[in-house]
Nanobody, 123 residues
Framework: QVQLVESGGGLVQAGGSLRLSCAASGRTFSSYAMGWFRQAPGKEREFVAGISWSGVSTYYTDYVEGRFTISRDNAKNTVYLQMNSLKPEDTAVYYC????????????????WGKGTLVTVSS
């Protein structure tokens, strides 16, 4: 069992930056690939970024590539999402998720989810 708790959300102006954190419980954090997803008002939840268990491989959706950076610290059981050059369309609840096996970044492929943290980007 893995419990995930996101933090770091808030209100920021367009062009600004935020860093989200996701703290995981359990001693097997380093065995899990980790992902960030988001759900904007009135829209489906979507994949944003993912990182392999080792941190060597990272994955991004096209509309955040070059602006967002995912990283992890296995010693601290924490995964991060550095978000730069934020746009109003980045406004969403951001969720952290963990996957033990497989390679899919679909929502169905994730095993555990946090409750989310709200990011609001004003224009």
């Amino acid at each position: 069992q893995v419990q995930l708790v996101e933090s770091g959300g808030g209100l920021v102006q367009a062009g600004g930056s935020l860093r989200l954190s996701c703290a995981a419980s359990g001693r097997t954090f380093s065995s899990y690939a980790m992902g960030w997803f988001r759900q904007a008002p009135g829209k489906e939840r979507e994949f944003v970024a993912g990182i392999s268990w080792s941190g060597v491989s990272t994955y991004y959706t096209d509309y955040v590539e070059g602006r967002f950076t995912i990283s992890r610290d296995n010693a601290k059981n924490t995964v991060y999402l550095q978000m730069n050059s934020l746009k109003p369309e980045d406004t969403a609840v951001y969720y952290c998720a963990a996957r033990r096996y497989g390679s899919s970044w679909s929502q169905e492929g994730m095993d555990y989810w946090g409750k989310g943290t709200l990011v609001t980007v004003s224009s």
